[in-house]
């Protein structure tokens, strides 16, 4: 059973981000064994690499950093990525001291994401600590930055006992529609910034990126964990948006990234000032899609003998970076003890009976080679009894990986130009 096992993981475990190891029909990818010969280090350069649209990154830099870098191993890229972002980050220390604002903003951009990218693989509990100090280093740079850009502004929005930490990008025109957007399984409202929100902003829209539990800053500072019912976390986000001046109230959008393309229906299923949804890409049965990639073996062992299945999924670790990174991410992100204990609650993340409630206007984005949640954003847009759009981005167009990561200049035109028509906008 190993051998299939083996065979198994290899095709695809992660549940974020991962979406690049196997293509139908022996058809090629543009970026295979672009660099790295490990896919899953293959799609985080192109991440990083792919927020150049926005000044996130630099090709050289980019592509000089990743030739240092021994191929699948999470130190090697930990290390290397760091010496590039404090390289960046002192050219941004001197361009503030000389007042030249504009190579100051763009220098702490690219090493805000090149802290990012350095902390990516940093989540074993023994290595949690980089991965903390990484996110501070990045934010600390996101928020040098923005401090020269006047129409982004940092916000907290009270949560429960505590606060979410986010930016607020204003729009250029006043009473114009806001977005809010949720990452998923891994990002920040840092990097939603490249992503999306200077995207939104050229379009004329208020943007809110904002961490909720399991993500960012609300993980790495308040140790918060995911929570199935997302709902509690956006509608304290609309409580706070409705006191906002200068935003049409009666447009407010929400987004969901990668496994925020679960979160984000269901928060909308419970959320009715939430006119209209996007979730890219879109996600029914988060449990579903993670127990797909598994024999049924090992699925049965979950329950019947976790000790086992631990045993194996350890074991599997040792060779395998999709699979290392993909249960140590979850065991930290949901509070899980063990990969049996994550692979439990991850069951809890699906919109059986949720989806009839969802009135906003929807899109639900998919993507050709997006192997791990195949047929996940088709189901979620048959469920759906709402006004609704289904997209596919394909390998004709190059935007073929999950949530187009490298395509963004595309992804960003599609859904917008989608959100304008729901609106009424017209772009300037």
Not at 14 to 19: D, I, L, N, R
Not at 50 to 56: A, D, H, L, P, T
Not at 301 to 315: R, S, T, W
Request: contains cysteine; charged residues 25%.
């Amino acid at each position: 059973m190993r051998n299939k096992l083996s065979k198994l993981f290899i095709i695809f475990t992660a549940v974020s981000v991962q979406a690049l190891a196997i293509t139908p029909n022996n058809q090629s990818n543009w970026y295979d064994n672009f660099i790295f010969h490990d896919p899953n280090f293959t799609f985080e350069f192109i991440r990083t690499l792919g927020y150049s649209y926005e000044k996130g990154a630099d090709l050289g830099e980019s592509i000089a950093t990743a030739r240092k870098i021994t191929d699948g191993d999470f130190n090697s890229w930990y290390e290397s990525w760091l010496n590039t972002a404090k390289r960046i980050e002192s050219l941004a220390i001197t361009a503030d001291q000389q007042k030249q604002m504009v190579t100051a903003r763009e220098t702490h951009l690219r090493a805000s994401n090149y802290y990012r990218t350095a902390g990516f693989y940093m989540v074993d509990v023994k290595d949690q600590d980089k991965s903390i100090s990484a996110y501070d280093k990045s934010k600390e740079n996101f928020l040098k930055a923005i401090s020269y850009l006047p129409y982004v502004e940092v916000v907290t929005i009270p949560y429960e006992k505590t606060k979410l930490t986010g930016y607020l990008i204003h729009a250029k025109n006043k009473n114009a529609p806001l977005v809010i957007v949720n990452t998923g399984f891994d990002g920040t409202a840092e990097e939603l910034y490249f992503e999306v929100g200077e995207a939104f902003h050229a379009r004329g829209y208020n943007c809110l990126l904002v961490d909720g539990p399991g993500q960012g800053n609300v993980l790495r500072k308040q140790n918060l964990p995911f929570r199935p019912d997302w709902e509690k976390v956006v509608t304290p986000i609309v409580d706070y948006v409705e006191t906002l001046k200068d935003i049409d109230k009666n447009k407010i959008a929400l987004m969901g990234i990668s496994m925020g393309g679960y979160l984000a229906p269901r928060a909308a299923a419970f959320e009715p000032r939430i006119k209209a949804l996007i979730a890219n890409g879109g996600v029914y049965d988060l449990g579903a899609a993670a127990y797909a990639v598994l024999p049924k073996e090992l699925i049965d062992l979950i329950d019947n003998n976790p000790d086992e299945f631990n045993k194996y999924i350890e074991n599997e670790m040792k060779s395998n970076t999709t699979a290392r990174w993909y249960y140590k991410n979850g065991m930290w992100s949901f509070h899980a003890k063990t990969p049996a204990d994550f692979m439990k609650k991850i069951r809890l993340y699906n919109l059986n009976g949720v989806t009839q409630n969802i009135k906003a206007t929807t899109l639900i984005v998919d993507s050709e080679a997006d192997t791990f949640m195949k047929g996940q954003a088709r189901t979620l847009f048959e469920k759906l009894k709402s006004p609704k759009t289904y997209i596919l981005f394909t390998r004709q167009q190059a935007a073929q990986s999950h949530c187009q990561m490298g395509a963004t200049a595309i992804s960003n035109e599609f859904i917008i130009d989608w959100l304008d028509n729901v609106f009424g906008m017209k772009s300037d």
